[in-house]
């Protein structure tokens, strides 16, 4: 339904997106992670239309984006990160309004729209303004605009910055009955846990380039059953890492350095709790001082920091 | 077209929400037009007061008197009897335009044909009404010299005839008088000078002052409105709403579509308030009232497809505002909206009409003062429709350039 082949964007010199291939199916949810800044935003906006890549190839519901890019966008919505609203349109006005772009008449759209309305739970609202609306209100009407003419592929680029607990649980909602429906969604966030909860399988993108992708399930094997132990404080380079290095030679812990500066040690090794006061007299004995300690599970916010070597930045 | 009708009523549905806009743009220019039609078009003529202090009392100084309360000069100057002192003191703080001593003994001395001085203080804060006070007082004292030269022996006898003079003797001095008058009359009436008065070919009625002000107050109403409505374009990028449509299939042209035909009856219901207002004013036929519209709707159009573009070729909404802003008021300087081109040196005007809402209002001044309706020349109507076209041209190019995306 979605295809994106060696897709790549380039502003001069820099490369914002580079060569990234995936393909997202009809009823599933396909997640785009990455932090700010790695090439998410860009690549929603070659699929949709409102930039051209520089070399690649993407395709909604088999349509080129380039080169039958009228037939591709009407196959596709898009719920953009910022809102895109008529604030002082009625918000019934707006989803009308946005249908008939797309194409949609008569009942065909009054019927859609008070189907929109429900889903987005704007019901009793429809005929206020947006401008009087919350930010998790707007947030939804904003999504209601950008599948209320029942697209085959929707693009959701972080839906839920900015919203609180509550809207958030109901976008999710809003995401898993359109993924019920039938429409092939790519969502992407950098929160992990909304991923998690909502993908079918995905892609980790980072600095323009995919460095992971699968099922959530596929992802997490990679990682194993391996913990990441996160020792923050001050640490003599050299002497830690000898102190670490003899660790490991000893052979009696699987244990690796993912990173290492003057300021952090990151670790990752199995049943690390266990391990915890060998790797602490180490540390000390090579003159580092912890000041805090951070133990995590395996999970994808794990995986993204063991490929990268760094913290999903927000 | 289904999209640019629905783009369309869109806009109209949000231009309801912004009121207050809407009677900024029709009141500045209502209010500015009020205010010079107010000073054009008053009827007060200037009025002074002449104080006299008639100390002599006679005939003679009744009929110096009378001389400034007569004919038109009455509507000029009214003459109030006064004291001395009083009359000082009303001149000096500027109560009046002059002040006339007439003194004591000025019959007898004008009989016997001695010197007399009359005094005249004035008013120096005024300019027109002393002058005028002052040239009529000259005339009179020539008139006197003149009357004693012509009837100086008839004069001189009525003083030696005493207080009961015989009939006979009066009737004798009556057609003497006459005599000399109707000997001096063919000099006097007419005079003896022939002059021949060559007139001007006939030219038609210039239009008043104030009626040649209203284009240019209509024009007002036109730029503060088409640089309104241009500024949405701005607040549609804001709202995110361009970037939205862009995701849209194919739908670009006929929103800008829809957008020209909401900026042409924005356009037109506020210049057309105008235009009505300034209709009734000045008793222009309604029969010119359907061309005057449409002009101004479709060059209303014109001027904001080029504030659009002009604001769109900028990175951000407050530059964009501020430059088109900067640019509005010496438009309306120049395109005579402060002052109708017809009143301005030759070669300002040629400037003004060059400007494009002089051009506007030039050929809406001739509508509206030409013998009938329908007087704007073809030529004139599609340098505006083209103007137009090109205008929404580059905003179309605008957005797909960018603008929609950012």
Redesign the interface.
Known sequence: MLKVEELSKNYGDFVAVDKISFHAQKGTVFGLLGPNGAGKSTTI?CI????QPTSGHASVAGHDVVSD???A??D???V?Q????????PAI?NLR??G????L?GAALEARVSEVLETIGLGDRAKD?PKEFSGGMKRRLNFG??IVHKPKVILLDEPSVGVDPQSRARLFDMVEAERDAGACILYTTHYMEEAERLCNSLAIIDHGKLIAQGTVDELRSKLGARDVLQLSGSFPVDATKHAIDDLIERGDQDLEIISQEESSVTLTLSQASQHLPAIFAAVSGAGGKVTETSLRSPNLETLFLLLTGTELRE | MNFALTSFKKDLVRWRQDVMSTLIWISIPLMIGGLITLMMGSDVKPHGVLLMVDQDESFFSELVAGAYSAGELGELISVEKTTLKEGIERVNDGEASGLLVIPEGFGDAFLESEPVTLTLKTNPAQTILPGIITNVTEILLDAGFYAHQLFGDEIDAIQKLGDNPADAVVAAMAVTIQNKVESVAPHLFPPILEIEIVEPPPTEPSPPLALLFLPGIILMAVMFSSNGVASDWWREREQGTLRRLVYAPGQLGAFIAGKALAAAVIIGLVGGLTLVIGFLYHGISWTKLPSSLLWISISGVALFSWFAALQMLFSNQKTASVISSMLLFPLLMAGGSFFPLAVLPGWIAAIGRASPNGFVAHRLTSEITAAGAWSIDLSDWLIVIAGAVIGLSICAWRLRSGFARA
């Open positions: 906006n949709s239309g409102l930039m890019g009228k037939a966008r009407r596709l919505g898009v953009p910022e809102l895109a609203l008529y604030e002082d349109l006005e309004y946005w008939k772009a797309y194409g008449r303004l605009c950008g």
